[in-house]
């Protein structure tokens, strides 16, 4: 089984800051080159050429034949952002890749830790707490099947782990439920580790008979096993932000063709009794387009494009982006507008 991810998922509160901006997590074709194929024979002849006695000669050595073993190794990325979330909330998930960066077919071992030293507070495994996204949609939903490692669920019939080829990826879902008097601020983690079925050990350790075929197995840098975790924040405020786009282009139309303008408007406000402190939104400039200067706007009113007394400015530091400074936000705020326009090259 072989699932992919393209999307990303939002999610607000309370930080010192938060971030609006374009994510997307490429998680297909992963640059993880797994080199020859496990068992592809390497041949070898050396020649000679002489003369003998204005006669040329040629004489090849005997063959020396090598087949290129099986090396077992696995890589997990973490794909999910810090996710923002509050007491008692339950089925929150986290995403990572996991791709098997060998150069043969493996079995991947799925474990969920969300009892790990360095946090604030222990996240709870929901039941059961590892999906495959069959979906893609970077989040966990009702379509997305449970893993079910062997033993662990007696209703299936057979085990599930996943089984790739050499520079093959699939992407899974830890679920998580929040335990009751979360603290604004607290951390909590939760790890997901991969390990190869063929086995484990010592990076360069030989596996007899555990490769494809019945190759013998050499286990890569990882040790046929990696681990990463995730974070979840915990946050008494709650934002919800939307964002919204018009296009305008020369003939007064709305198709998005070369020269049109596209007016983005986001809007933000704090949904309870929290409060949203230092609050910084930024939005990245999309590729293939032009920011129109002048044309940052805070609930109506301009601000400049440069950094100054006003909110906002058009940060040139990296990558161009629209940033507006909100301050302390709480529910009597209310809606907080902004609006800013680029052109598409």
Not at 197 to 220: E, F, I, N, R
Not at 278 to 301: H, K, Q, R
Request: net charge negative.
């Amino acid at each position: 089984m072989k699932q992919r991810n393209l999307t990303g998922r939002w999610n607000a509160g309370l930080c010192a800051q938060f971030a609006l901006a374009s994510v997307f997590f490429a998680c297909s074709g992963a640059a993880f080159a797994t080199g020859t194929a496990a068992g592809t024979v390497v041949d070898n002849v050396a020649t000679v050429n002489f003369d003998i006695g204005g006669v040329n000669g040629t004489l090849d050595s005997n063959v020396v034949s090598l087949t290129v073993l099986e090396r077992l190794d696995v890589v997990v990325t973490l794909q999910s952002p810090q996710i923002v979330v509050a007491s008692n909330e339950v089925n929150r998930s986290l995403l990572f890749t996991v791709t098997n960066s060998g150069n043969g077919n493996d079995e991947f071992e799925l474990f969920i830790d969300s009892a790990l030293v360095g946090d604030d507070f222990d996240p709870l495994p929901a039941t059961p707490a590892i999906y495959f996204d069959t979906d893609a949609s970077g989040d966990f939903t009702v379509g997305d099947v449970a893993y079910a490692p062997a033993g662990n669920n007696p209703q299936l019939a057979a085990e599930n782990n996943p089984q790739l080829a050499a520079d093959e990826s699939i992407d899974i879902l830890l679920v998580n439920d929040m335990p009751f008097g979360l603290v604004s601020g607290w951390l909590g983690r939760s790890q997901l580790t991969a390990t190869s079925t063929s086995g484990t050990g010592l990076p360069g350790a030989t596996l007899p008979g555990m490769g494809d075929g019945g190759l013998d197995a050499v286990l890569g840098a990882s040790g046929g096993t990696a681990s990463v975790f995730g974070e979840y924040l915990a946050a008494d405020v709650e934002i919800n932000i939307q964002k919204s786009v018009v296009v305008s282009n020369a003939t007064g139309g709305t198709d998005p063709v070369t020269g049109a303008t596209l007016t983005y408007t986001i809007t933000l406000e704090v949904t309870n009794g929290g409060t949203a402190t230092t609050s910084v939104f930024s939005d990245l400039i999309p590729a293939s387009s032009t920011f129109v200067a002048n044309s940052i706007l805070l609930n109506g009113g301009n601000l400049t494009d440069v950094i100054d007394v006003d909110a906002g400015e058009l940060d040139m530091s990296g990558a161009p982006t629209v940033v507006v400074r909100l301050g302390d936000l709480t529910l009597a705020d209310g809606v907080q507008t902004i609006e800013f326009q680029v052109t598409i090259d």
